[in-house]
């Protein structure tokens, strides 16, 4: 029996009433989850830390911390890796699976690798040593082949809940929360296992247990936010010349967190170019333009030009207030 | 001060909330020419602009980001030369509640052809949460059909995180 010790970190009365139910509830076998005293130090294996209090943020401000973090915080923040978020309101069944992931995490190995199935396995064979860090491009790649094909898809992210990606209805259904699919998509640890489903009978009925019905886009920005660490989506090309057909749909959390995105977009939709005549264009690191070549791929907003010069380099206009643009954004944000 | 200063540029047909952004960055009241309405604009507000509304965004060294608004009523479009000189950017702004906001919309884009050119633009189309969710898909598609290479967000002129999304984004795509 392996024993996880769990410390809480500024957590409420109303968390504490909700953790002594869900701690009776978490099954994972040969694993014992004991929680630590209020108030001790945090060192146990896992924090549950209430990112509203001061004493929550405070630790959340540490970055040389290891420990494995449950977040219950008002508002939606991007977990540290490894990390699980719970939005307030808490549910009981939303500490219960955290509490499960960790565990199962504590007791597997470190590292699995991702597996895709049979007919994807041409994306597979091409992934790099680089891919095995991230599933964003496979988590992409399944998207982009379900709307293209109209086809359905159950994909099984072990230990989340499936994802059940219909290419017709452009939506995926799923038990998992938008957090745990950024979880999904920016983890290696978990395991991503394909199966085609045959007919939509089958994709309801496979479906039924989902909870959440998403658009399909709604996922994709979802993903694509994590970030794929640069690497392009399967069966595509730094060379490959693009150009964007409209204007992305923008939604708010992207306008701050990824401004570089419109300025990307703005370019494109003036010339076709290719991700790395992007990256020069912009100067901005590979990654980052990488990632958003794979997010316009996906949303369907971008198209391959084949009659562009891919050898042209683009003449970079500076803009003469870019000083001056600088000091307004710390502005803004300084009275945000 | 010097009307050719940093200065973003503010327009859109009458109504769509041009002084209530501006209002929404300003560090200082607005200034505005508002004169009781006496024509269609009646309809829709008891006061319109009919020179311009001024804002201004101080910067921590002392630099000044002014903030114009141009009048709604198109008769007054011998203004809108004179305060995009120097301008660093155009934000549009269009009402989802008119009766033709994609036809506003060219109009405008048409109108600041030169301008945008030269700077960039930001369209942000207000009321879009009373009127039916087509209008979006509409500015976007005359977007697409002129080839311009613009943002378009829905806002609420009155809030001032959503004018600084739009701010945001002009300036990403200066």
């Known amino acids: 029996m392996r024993s996880i010790n769990l410390s809480l970190l500024g957590i409420t009365k109303q968390d504490h009433a909700i953790l002594s139910v869900a701690i009776k509830l978490v099954d994972v ?14 060192t146990g294996d896992v924090i549950l830390v209430n990112a509203d209090s001061d004493a929550g943020a405070n630790y959340l401000k540490q970055e040389d911390t290891i420990q494995t973090k449950i977040i219950i915080a008002e508002n939606f923040t991007l977990p540290p890796l490894g990390s699980r978020f719970i939005e ?40 790099t040593q680089a891919e095995a860090n991230n ?12 709307c ?11 230990p989340y809940s499936p994802l059940f990606i219909n290419g017709i209805s452009r939506s995926v259904a799923t038990r998992a929360t938008l957090p745990e699919i950024h979880i999904i998509a920016k983890e290696n640890e978990t395991r991503l296992e394909m199966t085609a489903l045959s007919a939509a009978d089958e994709y309801e009925q496979a479906s039924s247990s989902g909870v959440n019905i998403y658009p399909i886009n709604t996922v994709i920005w979802h993903t694509a936010l994590v970030g794929s660490t640069g690497v392009i989506l399967p069966e595509h090309s730094n060379d490959t010349p693009v150009k964007l057909k409209s204007m ?15 300025k990307m977009s703005a370019l494109l939709t003036r010339k076709s170019m290719t991700v790395n005549q992007l990256q020069q264009a912009t100067q901005l690191d590979i990654k980052v333009v990488t990632d958003f070549y794979n997010l ?15 050898a042209e380099l683009y003449q970079k206009k500076k803009s003469k207030n870019s000083s001056l643009l600088s000091r307004l954004a710390k502005k803004l944000s300084a009275t945000g | 001060m010097h009307i050719g200063e940093h200065k973003i540029v503010f327009t859109g047909p009458v109504g769509a909330g041009k002084t209530a952004a501006i209002s929404c960055l300003s560090d200082a009241p607005v200034v505005g020419t508002d004169v009781a309405a006496t024509d269609e604009t009646l309809d829709k507000k008891d006061l319109t602009t009919v020179a311009m509304d001024y804002g201004y965004i101080e910067l921590e060294d002392g630099e000044f980001i002014h903030l114009y608004g141009t009048p709604g009523q198109d008769r007054f479009n011998f203004m809108w030369d004179i305060l995009c000189q120097g301008g660093m950017g155009l934000v549009l702004l269009v009402d989802a509640t008119s009766p033709d906001p994609a036809a506003d919309c060219e109009f405008y884009l048409a109108a600041f052809d030169d301008f945008i050119q030269e700077t960039g633009a930001v369209i942000g189309i207000t009321r879009a949460d009373i009127a039916d969710n087509t209008k979006y898909e509409q500015v976007q598609d005359v977007i697409i059909d002129k080839g311009y290479p613009i943002p378009v967000l829905e806002i609420d002129a009155r809030n001032e995180d959503d004018v600084k999304d739009l701010v945001y984004a002009l300036m990403a795509v200066l």
Request: proline share 8%; with cysteine; hydrophobic share 35%.
């Open chain 1, 135 to 146: 599933n964003t491009p496979l988590l992409l790649h399944e998207f982009i082949t379900a």
């Open chain 1, 148 to 158: 293209t094909k109209n086809s359905l898809i159950k994909l099984e992210c072990k």
């Open chain 1, 29 to 42: 076998p040969g694993v014992e989850l004991i929680i630590l005293p209020d108030g001790a130090p945090p």
């Open chain 1, 88 to 127: 307030r309101p808490v549910r009981i069944h939303d500490m219960v699976n955290a509490f499960n992931i960790a565990c199962e995490r504590f007791k597997s190995s470190t590292t699995s690798n991702i597996e895709i199935g049979s007919h994807s396995s041409v994306a597979a064979n091409k992934r």
């Open chain 1, 296 to 310: 316009i791929f996906a949303l369907g907003l971008s198209t391959i030009d084949e009659t562009a010069n891919t």
């Open chain 1, 248 to 262: 992305p749909r923008f939604p708010r959390e992207y306008m701050r967190k990824r401004p570089e995105f419109l």
